[in-house]
């Protein structure tokens, strides 16, 4: 029981992956799920979505706080939301709670005043925002690729939804299909194409996930990333990137002569991709998630910075 009022990340259900064993669904850390419920601002008498039911903890805040026909939560495994549904019940709730893929949304009960996602989206899903009433606010954690984007807080407008990212990086399993396997790209096995160079931007680069998340914008989604080494048992020597379309970088992790070597290989140049989206993030005053913003229409959606009609924008691929 104490481990559940620990500010802690439960891992509740696994599922297994060609690359073992995978988290298919936890219980979030509390201090994140308060701090997302005080940015949702709900108020009396309002209808909230969550996508991603998961164990029902947030559904049980929720419903706590706005009474449970007012609550409103979907995942997509029948599994965890009988489970959910029962935890619920035993403490006297009965929110409504649905199997289904939350991408879109849950048009049978919308319009909504709040929807909130404990689960990450590669871009905003379209139904979320027509099922959002005019003013109402739409939260999620926006990654385009791995752990490149953020939390961010959006209101619905006459033409879309627009806000800005949280201060304060959050991290999200990301939004899957019933049954879909996890995959990530490795590199190709012949990088006998590899292009070799030297560059000053260092490895340590690829944790300044605000670079990672503008470098991202501009791969595209699909875009992995790792380290390697020649001997498993050692620590590794280079960090590498690939994408689908078989490009790759690997970069080394110690200088030499105050630069490191970088080999690409493959139709695009990424660790060039890196620099580039470096170059800004200085050229912009380095800047943290609370200067990005969102905007989401029906057709496209795009990343700002400071301004969402500044000159400076990044395309989501959707
Ligand atoms: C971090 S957990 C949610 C935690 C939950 N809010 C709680 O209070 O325990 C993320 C959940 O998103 C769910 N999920 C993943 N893809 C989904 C989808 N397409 N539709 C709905 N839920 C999804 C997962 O099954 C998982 O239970």
Known sequence: MSRVYSNAVLITALSESDAGQVVRSSSSQPGLMTRMLEALDVHDGQRVLEIGTGTGYNAALLSHRLGDDQVFSVDVDGDLVDAARSRLAAIGYQPTLVTVD??????????????????????????????????????????????????????????????????????????????????????????????????????????????????????????????????????PTAAWIATADQSWAEIDLEPDGGAYRVREGGPRPLWKTVENAHATWVQRDQPGWERFGLTVTRNSQWVWIDDPDGAHCWRIHT
């Open 102 to 235: 939350g991408a879109g949304g849950l048009p049978e009960h919308a319009p909504f005043d709040r929807i909130i996602a404990t689960c990450s989206v590669p871009a905003v899903p379209w139904a979320w925002v027509e099922q959002t009433r005019p003013g109402g606010l739409i939260l999620t954690d926006v990654k385009p690729a791995v752990n490149a984007g953020s939390l961010a807080l959006l209101r619905r407008t006459d033409s879309g939804a627009e806000g800005r990212f949280d201060r304060t990086y959050a991290a999200f399993m990301g939004l899957r299909k019933q049954g879909e396997a996890y995959t990530s790209v490795s590199r190709p096995r012949d990088r006998s194409d590899a292009a070799e160079r030297a560059t000053t931007v260092a490895p340590e680069t690829l944790q300044n996930l605000v670079v990672w998340f503008l470098a991202a914008l501009d791969i595209g989604a699909g875009v992995s990333c790792g380290y390697t080494g020649s001997d498993p048992a050692q620590a």
